[in-house]
C-alpha cells in the first residue's frame, strides 16, 4: 500500500512539473529573452510634425520592430503630428497613435506588428491571395521581394511566361532565405522578410481600396532599417496620389 501511494505521488509530482514546463513555454518572455512586440518598452520616443507613416517607420527603426502597414491615406502621408512618450509600450504608443484615428486596426503576424484598416478585410485583398508555391534561393531581401512579385503576376496571370523590366536588389549585404513555402498567404512571406535577422519593414504603395489590384511598379515597398530612405512618406505620396 506504501509503495502504490509513494508511486501515485510521484506520478502526480512529474505530471505537476510536466505542467509548469509547458506553461513556460507557452507564456511569457523569459529571462534573456525579448518581450512581446506589444508589451516591449521603450525608454523614449518622440516625433513633431512628423507624418503617421514616417512616425511608424521611425518607431520600427528605432526599436527594431518589424512592421507591415497595409493602409496609407494621404492623411497618413501628410497629416503633421506630434508626441511625446517615456517609459511607454509599443502597444501603448501604436494605441495613441492609430486609436483615435478611426478604422485603423493592429496585431502581430508571423511576429510582425501588421497595421491595416477596417477597409482591407475586403474580399480581393491581395495579401491575403494564397500562393501554391513560393520558393527562393540566399538572396538579398529586395531579389526575394521582386520573386514574391513575381510570383503572385505569375498566380494572376498563368498565361504569361516572361517577364521584363527591372528592380532594386537592395543591400546585398541585407539577405535571407532559403525559403519553400506551399499554399501560403502573400502577407506571410512578406513578414517573414521583414523578420530576418535584420528587422525590416513593408508597407503598400498603392492608395486605399486598391489592394485587388497588382500594379506594375509593385503592390509593396520594403524598408531597410539600416539604410531606409528619407522622406518615405513624401516618395509614397508621389508614387500612390
Not at 5 to 22: G, K, P, T
Not at 51 to 58: K, M, P
Not at 201 to 216: E, F, K, N, T, Y
Request: net charge neutral; with cysteine; hydrophobic share 40%.
Amino acid at each position: 500500500m506504501r509503495s502504490a501511494r509513494f508511486e501515485l505521488c510521484v506520478f502526480a509530482a512529474v505530471l505537476a512539473l510536466s505542467a509548469a514546463v509547458h506553461r513556460t513555454s507557452l507564456g511569457g518572455a523569459q529571462a534573456g529573452q525579448s518581450p512581446p512586440i506589444l508589451a516591449k518598452r521603450v525608454a523614449s520616443f518622440s516625433v513633431r510634425g512628423v507624418c503617421l507613416a514616417d512616425t511608424l517607420l521611425t518607431l520600427g527603426q528605432q526599436e527594431q520592430v518589424p512592421l507591415g502597414i497595409e493602409y496609407v491615406d494621404r492623411d497618413a502621408l501628410e497629416k503633421p503630428i506630434s508626441h511625446d512618450f517615456r517609459n511607454a509600450t509599443i502597444g501603448e504608443i501604436v494605441r495613441a497613435l492609430l486609436g483615435g484615428t478611426g478604422g485603423y486596426t493592429w496585431r502581430v503576424r508571423d511576429g510582425v506588428l501588421n497595421i491595416a484598416h477596417q477597409s482591407t478585410a475586403a474580399p480581393g485583398n491581395l495579401l491575403d491571395r494564397v500562393l501554391p508555391d513560393f520558393e527562393i534561393s540566399k538572396c538579398s531581401v529586395g531579389t526575394a521581394s521582386a520573386a514574391l512579385y513575381f510570383a503572385l503576376y505569375r498566380d494572376l496571370h498563368p498565361e504569361v511566361t516572361g517577364y521584363a523590366g527591372e528592380f532594386d536588389p537592395g543591400n546585398p549585404d541585407n539577405v535571407i532565405g532559403p525559403l519553400k513555402l506551399r499554399n501560403t498567404p502573400v502577407r506571410h512571406v512578406l513578414n517573414l522578410l521583414a523578420n530576418g535577422s535584420k528587422k525590416r519593414a513593408w508597407i503598400v504603395r498603392v492608395p486605399p481600396g486598391h489592394l485587388d489590384q497588382l500594379p506594375p511598379d509593385g503592390l509593396w515597398t520594403i524598408i531597410e532599417y539600416e539604410n531606409p530612405p528619407r522622406h518615405v512618406a513624401q516618395w509614397l505620396l508621389r508614387e500612390i496620389f
